[in-house]
């Protein structure tokens, strides 16, 4: 390793856009043994937690920028970006205003105060500032795609469709060329999706000794999975089950890591063996997945404990398999309002977020991954209970009370104070803004956007007559 904290900083920026992070974060603490009032490599380090999702530690890094250097527009940005984020407007916006006075065209501070603007009912605001920053930048590049994201919001909320879906598309175009090198000649993630499908019917439950399953010491007395499809709610049901006494939760992190390594790698080949592992065999990965979890910081001894993952749709043959005993939540909403979200929502880079590139992409995937939850559903033994957005927001206690009596925990009118949760635990996906707020309907949002969803209809339509939305 270098002995040049520039240097060192230079290959953390180029390990945190690899999405080696670990690597990244080394890198960033070698330059600060080096020099521990070394700018540069404080600011990276809150680039890298921030792209982790660690945004305590990102908040500290760029406090620690701002200590050292009071104008960097950089750390000023980054934190007004977290403020915004958590809902904190004051400090939002006296950091966005620091940033845009040191650096009027810095895109991250122009975000953070665009949002802020949109969440106050400043929609006009928000578009005057960001318009003019974001046509300025001519290449597709993150800061583009991210202030057309937030060009598309503002228009939305002004009620012009036409804008918001021309601003959306072109965010989308932004992102799929700037990434498009890591996935040239790879498999995308819905033929990866289709394929874990073919490999999940030929495995054999009757195998399988499901009351023989042990689980270790620091296991949770009760396991929860909760998926479904992004944009579906699983953000809000998190932070509903998480205001219940004695429940943890964690949300979208790689707990079946090395189960994925071993069976999801090749499915067909994979998954047969997965079927016919030994007792023993499986035991040792329930080990790896709870001492995952406790490395993630949640103690689940004695608890219940909630794995939120919205994709985790894929792992139903893992969770059949390794946890006979765990009980699955899976969340359903309207397919065009969840194809149209996670068309116009600013994902961070996962394989599965290059399919929401285009409407028709996203719509195909979204049928894959509906494909291969009903079928595992039909063919693997897994207990599970459908909840569907519409009727948690609209009847909430009652949708509620189903939910706590199939999972065996107990209900109570402070479930609907989950906005109080989801503030005091921090949300790191794209739904922080909206589980912030509280309850609200959010559904029938694609209505304005029906014309540029027609072509799609026809892959969606089996589902939207399936799930009762017709």
């Known amino acids: 390793m270098s002995n040049d904290p520039y240097t060192l900083v230079e290959m953390a920026v180029e390990l945190r856009l690899q999405g080696r992070l670990r690597d990244a974060l080394l890198h960033c603490d070698a330059a600060l043994q080096l020099d521990p009032r070394f700018v540069l490599a404080w600011l990276e380090r809150g680039f890298t937690f921030a792209s982790g999702g660690s945004m305590a530690s990102a908040r500290d890094c760029y406090a620690q920028v701002v200590a050292l250097d009071p104008a960097n527009a950089d750390a000023h940005a980054g934190l007004a970006s977290l403020a915004a984020r958590d809902g904190d407007s004051a400090e939002g916006r006296e950091h966005a205003q620091l940033a845009l006075a040191a650096d009027p065209a810095n895109a991250i501070a122009a975000a953070a105060l665009a949002t802020m603007e949109i969440e106050s009912g400043a929609a006009d605001k928000a578009r005057a500032l960001i318009e003019p920053i974001a046509a300025a930048l001519k290449q597709p590049d993150a800061d583009r795609a991210l202030l057309r994201g937030l060009l598309g919001d503002a228009c939305n909320k002004l009620g012009d469709a036409d804008a918001a879906y021309q601003a959306y598309a072109g965010a989308k175009s932004d992102f799929a060329v700037i990434h498009a090198d890591k996935f040239a000649g790879r498999e995308n993630h819905r033929t990866f999706v289709e394929t874990i499908h073919q490999g999940m019917l030929a495995m054999d439950p009757a195998q399988w000794q499901p009351k023989a399953a042990q689980s270790p010491a ?26 219940i006494p004695g429940v943890v939760a964690l949300e979208e992190r790689p707990t079946m890591q090395a189960a994925d390594m071993d069976f999801l790698v090749e499915p067909l080949q994979g998954l047969p063996r997965l079927s016919a592992l030994s007792e023993a065999e499986a035991a040792g990965y329930r080990a790896v997945y709870w001492d995952k979890v406790a490395a993630a910081g949640i103690d689940c001894v004695g608890k219940c404990f909630v794995d939120m993952d919205p994709l985790k749709g894929l792992r139903l043959p893992l969770i059949a398999r390794l946890f006979p005993k765990a009980q699955v939540i899976v969340m359903r909403r309207d397919p065009r309002d969840v194809v149209w979200s996670c068309f116009h929502t600013n994902f961070a880079l996962t394989n599965a977020a290059m399919e929401f590139t285009t409407l028709e992409r996203a719509a195909r995937h979204y049928d894959a991954v509906m494909r291969l939850i009903e079928a595992s559903l039909e063919h693997l033994p897994i207990k599970a209970h459908v909840v569907h957005y519409h009727r948690l927001v609209r009847d909430f206690a009652a949708t509620t009370q189903e939910l706590c009596a199939f999972a065996g925990l107990p209900w109570s009118e402070d479930l609907a104070r989950f906005d109080r949760t989801a503030m005091k635990r921090g949300v790191a996906t794209a739904s922080a803004g909206q589980v912030r707020k509280g309850l609200y309907d959010g559904t029938r949002q694609w209505e304005p956007y029906a014309r540029f969803l027609e072509p799609v209809l026809p892959i969606l339509q089996p589902w939207i007559d399936k799930f009762g939305y017709a």
Request: proline share 4%; net charge positive.
């Open 218 to 243: 620091n296991a949770a007395t009760k396991h929860l999975f909760l998926l479904g499809y992004p944009r579906s709610g699983n953000t809000l049901a998190e932070n509903i089950l998480a205001s």
